[in-house]
């Protein structure tokens, strides 16, 4: 169901109804939407545009794909932690989040510990392509690269079970194309709760042509 409120009104407390999230856990995402406005002041964590969005356009945006994936989870270019602390934060852990840069991977560990899910957390300041080989059952990866990027990326790290979960805009389908080109997978499309035009690529047994 698409999120029905206007953007203006979107908040916490719609964020609270559409996930079904405790109060404890609520007073974490403030503690998160509070830094992330913070350290926006600093770095670029999020677009400047979409800050005053963050409880729809960061947080259920990211919120919606932890049903649709089982941990453990590897986030790709998890930036400002999205979706891999959301993921955490809301008892999907444990997430191993991949980001070069280092004052994001600083931002993320002080979320980590300010919102007390450390121990679900690993946080790795490094490229994906340098990373040690890990077995996630889920790969995520948010607003990072093309499908077939991100499949050359990951790969390494995939069984035929591994699921992928890789939120998408309108061009899913081309990217779908495009990566066919390389990869054979199965895959579902879903549509997202915050986005009508776009789309949640799930792939399962991808492999190089
Ligand atoms: C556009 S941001 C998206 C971040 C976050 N997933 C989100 O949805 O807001 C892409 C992130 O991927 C990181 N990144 C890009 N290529 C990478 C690579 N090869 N290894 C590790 N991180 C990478 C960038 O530093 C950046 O923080």
Redesign the pocket.
């Known amino acids: 169901m698409l999120v029905d409120v206007s953007r203006e009104t979107y908040g916490a407390d719609q964020f609270a109804e559409q996930f079904d999230v405790s109060r404890e856990t609520l007073a974490c995402f403030e503690t998160y939407a509070a830094m992330l406005a913070e350290w926006q002041g600093r770095m670029n964590l999020?677009g400047p545009a979409t800050l005053a969005q963050t409880w729809e356009r960061h947080f259920a945006d990211s919120a919606q794909l932890v049903p649709l994936g089982a941990a453990p989870w590897l986030d790709l270019?998890?930036?400002?932690g999205?979706p891999g602390l959301v993921i955490a934060l809301l008892g999907g852990g444990p997430v191993d989040l991949?980001?070069?840069?280092g004052k994001?991977t600083e931002f993320l560990a002080a979320v980590a510990e300010a919102t007390g899910i450390a121990d679900q957390v690993r946080i790795h300041r490094?490229?994906?392509?340098a990373m040690p080989l890990l077995q996630p059952a889920t790969i995520v990866a948010?607003?990072?690269?093309s499908l077939s990027q991100l499949f050359d990326?990951g790969i390494r790290f995939a069984g035929p079970t591994t699921r992928w979960v890789l939120p998408k805009g309108a061009r899913a389908a081309d990217e779908i194309a495009e990566a066919r080109l390389r990869f054979r997978f199965d895959h579902d499309l879903v549509p997202s709760v915050t986005d009508a035009q776009a789309r949640i690529v799930v792939a399962t047994n991808v492999r190089r042509r």
């Open positions: 999020v270019g998890a930036g400002a999205l991949v980001e070069a840069t994001k490094s490229r994906i392509e948010r607003a990072c690269a990326w």
